[in-house]
């Protein structure tokens, strides 16, 4: 079947944004560094960090980190969960970051204060694992169209960069299989944004929808990852509709490939429900 | 709307112009038919049609009024009330005490006035600055600002800016609560401010200044921008524990009938209000004593021989709120959550809600959207049943007062199962 161009590339063609691409190192998914992280793991103890909730807290993304931290304690682990307000300094030694939703103008001071902050820079730097919803998955990407319409250099942890969308915003939920390499579940979600997020060649997506828009691209790619930086469009929140991500996450940081069992009859029954009514909606 | 045979609206529509009056007919007729129709009151069906014949019907009708605006994301139904009653100390009120909010329910409610002095009236937060130029109020309550239905309706901030610009040339007095900096921001542009120190217990939208973006400090009951000097005014008004204090340090004790602080914060408001109007807080707040049950809210119902309070909650403060107001443990709680289009369709909210606050009850999950309930409660450590119906929590409930919170339409349910 023919396709529009910038559907097989939408990085070199980008639909409804007027600028070039900006220069950026590209390298292909590599595999994660394998050591270092048990290391740095003192005592059993998992450091969560959640990036600014003062600014990216909009759509309940306190649930994501609420429930690594359950799971994790559910596993026997000592959790120490670090809430940074913007107006302090992200540490460069947790295991885990979270990075949250918000509205255009909170996005925009976030991205102003965590790129003068740098500590999640340099957190990624170390292997870090960091996932980001929404606001903090463009943050994440070389640039956004910020509430000024201006473009706003991003942390360029994601190989993505994320322009307006022309048409309506995506609203509504939205299910997707994710990249085999990554051994989850289908996930489930919701989706609530404007942005168009375009993928380069550094990263891979996260998952390809079958109900919903993702990245908003036309080609059906939702959210991205590379090593162990991912982000997606969902809320829901994420976690809450597929605890194998918040189980995955740990898994990095313990550098395990398995945890031990963990209920999850509820999460079982929440995703049975919605799976169910995102294919058929009432 | 009322039938046409009122006597008093006959008199005072006689005085209104050939259009307006006309429209307020037709109006009539169309609610009249829709209520025949089973299709409830029909008063914003009649408001529309009314609306429609003459635009101008919203200012014409107000035209006679002294017009009180209320606008809050959390608490306008209840406020409108209590102004209402207080107002009354003053002369006749006509209020849209149903909350039809929107541009063809106030309509239809002002066109039932007949003789009102006073127009108290319920605004929906987006149609505040729309309603405002239409009416041409004396008053406008702004209570509080936070994120509800996030995926239709603007950003909590943009809601602010919506304000601030749309009553910047307000010949109203904003009686405006100034312990929440998005009402504070949005009032301080405009020329007669009323501050009251109604309080504000969810805090998670203003932690950026609305003004410059900066971080907001907040020691205390205080709070201010480090960047911009954006800060709390000095308020005229305060709830102090359970009573009002004046502008002249007069304390009055505040005896509702209603529960929790939020509906003291509201007394609060409706005194200052009052006020605007002569009408002295020990009369207004007496008066509000009379206020019950406001639209099932707070009412208590017998159900299966059991004594169920039902409680709305919609969005994070109003649970915030509501938490503080219900019965000390081992009181059995049910939770009904649905997610239809007047509720919001996305759930992310629930993780918003601090349900860890509902440790030691035994607690009962129904609604639509019950398993995203269930989850959010499991990741709280709490102990939980989930249920299909009222009939099945109750029966399963220990002995003591019920309390049953629910999100609007979930709310809406309860009240049909208890067929109140």
């Not at chain 2, 009236?121 to 600002?145: F, H, Q, S, W």
């Not at chain 2, 239905?149 to 010949?171: F, N």
Request: charged share 20%; proline share 7%.
């Amino acid at each position: 079947m023919a396709t529009p161009p910038y559907q097989e590339n939408p990085y070199q063609q980008p639909p409804a944004y007027p600028a070039e691409p900006p220069a950026y190192p590209t390298e292909p998914p590599q595999a994660r560094p394998q050591s270092g992280r048990s290391q740095r793991m003192s005592e059993s103890s998992l450091r969560l960090v959640w990036v600014y909730p003062d600014l990216l807290s909009t759509y309940g993304d306190r649930g994501n980190a609420l429930v690594v931290e359950r799971r994790a304690r559910q596993r026997g682990l000592n959790v120490q969960r670090i809430d940074v307000r913007s107006d302090q300094a992200v540490p460069t030694s947790g295991d885990i970051y979270l990075i949250g939703g918000g509205e255009d103008r909170p996005q925009r001071l976030a991205a102003e204060r965590l790129a003068a902050d740098q500590g999640l820079v340099r957190a990624a730097e170390n292997g870090a694992i960091i996932f980001s919803v929404c606001a903090g998955y463009q943050i994440l990407g070389h640039e956004f169209l910020n509430d000024r319409g201006e473009r706003q250099p991003g942390l360029g942890l994601l190989d993505v960069w994320t322009g307006r969308g022309e048409g309506a915003r995506c609203v509504g939920d939205v299910l997707a299989e994710t990249d085999p390499q990554l051994n989850l579940p289908q996930l489930t979600g919701f989706e609530n944004h404007q942005g168009i997020t375009h993928l380069g060649p550094g990263v891979k997506p996260l998952a390809q929808v079958q109900v919903g828009r993702g990245n908003g691209t036309g080609d059906g790619t939702e959210g991205a990852w590379r090593d162990t930086v991912f982000g997606t469009y969902l809320h829901g929140p994420v976690m809450a509709r597929n605890p194998a991500v918040a189980d995955m996450l740990i898994k990095l940081a313990l550098d395990v490939n398995a945890l031990p069992p963990a209920d999850t009859t509820w999460y079982d029954a929440l995703r049975a429900e919605r799976i169910a009514a995102t294919r058929q909606p009432a | 709307m009322p039938g046409p045979d009122s006597e008093a609206a006959a008199v005072r529509d006689a005085s209104l112009p050939a259009r307006a009056k006309i429209a307020v007919t037709a109006g009539r007729v169309a609610a009249a038919l829709s209520q025949k129709a089973g299709r409830g009151s029909g008063s914003v069906i009649g408001g529309k049609i009314a609306l429609k014949l003459d635009p101008d019907l919203l200012a014409t009708l107000s035209d006679h009024l002294d017009v009180v605006l209320v606008s809050a994301t959390n608490g306008k139904t209840t406020t409108t009330r209590l102004i209402a009653e207080a107002l009354r100390a003053a002369g006749p009120v006509v209020s849209n005490a149903l909350g039809a909010n929107m541009p063809a329910g106030i309509t239809a409610a002002l066109a039932g006035g007949s003789e009102a002095r006073f127009g108290v009236i319920e605004v929906d937060e987006k149609y505040l600055a729309g309603v405002a130029r239409d009416t041409r109020p004396k008053a406008i309550a702004l209570l509080n600002l936070s994120r509800d239905q996030l995926d239709r309706a603007a950003e909590t901030r943009m809601m602010a800016e919506k304000w601030r610009e749309g009553l910047q040339d307000t010949d109203a007095v904003i009686i405006a609560n100034a312990d929440d900096p998005l009402v504070t921001w949005a009032a301080s542009s405009c020329r007669k401010v009323v501050w009251v120190a109604a309080g504000q217990a969810w805090k998670e939208d203003a932690w950026s200044c609305p003004s410059c973006g900066g971080v907001m400090q907040r020691p205390g009951d205080d709070w201010f921008c480090q960047d911009c000097g954006f800060r709390r005014p000095q308020p005229h008004w305060a709830l102090q524990g359970t009573h009002v204090i004046d502008p002249q340090r007069g304390a009055w004790p505040i005896q509702l009938q209603l529960p929790g602080r939020a509906n003291l914060a509201n007394a609060t408001s409706s005194a200052a209000v009052a006020a605007v109007f002569g009408v002295a807080p020990q009369v207004a707040l007496q008066r509000m004593q009379a206020v019950t049950a406001v639209a099932g809210r707070y009412d208590v119902v017998q159900y299966q021989g059991r004594d169920v309070r039902l409680l709305l909650a919609k969005n994070p403060a109003g649970w915030l709120e509501t938490f503080s107001l219900i019965d000390q443990p081992p009181a059995p709680v049910i939770l009904s959550v649905n997610a239809m289009d007047a509720d919001g369709t996305d759930t992310s909210w629930l993780w918003d809600v601090d349900y860890e606050r509902l440790s030691g009850h035994p607690i009962f999950v129904m609604g639509q959207r019950k398993l995203d309930l269930a989850v959010r409660l499991e990741v709280a450590g709490l102990q939980f049943h989930v249920v299909d119906t009222l009939e099945q929590a109750v029966r399963m409930a220990p002995p003591g007062r019920i309390e049953a919170i629910a999100n609007y339409t979930a709310f809406q349910q309860l009240r049909k199962a208890v067929a109140n």
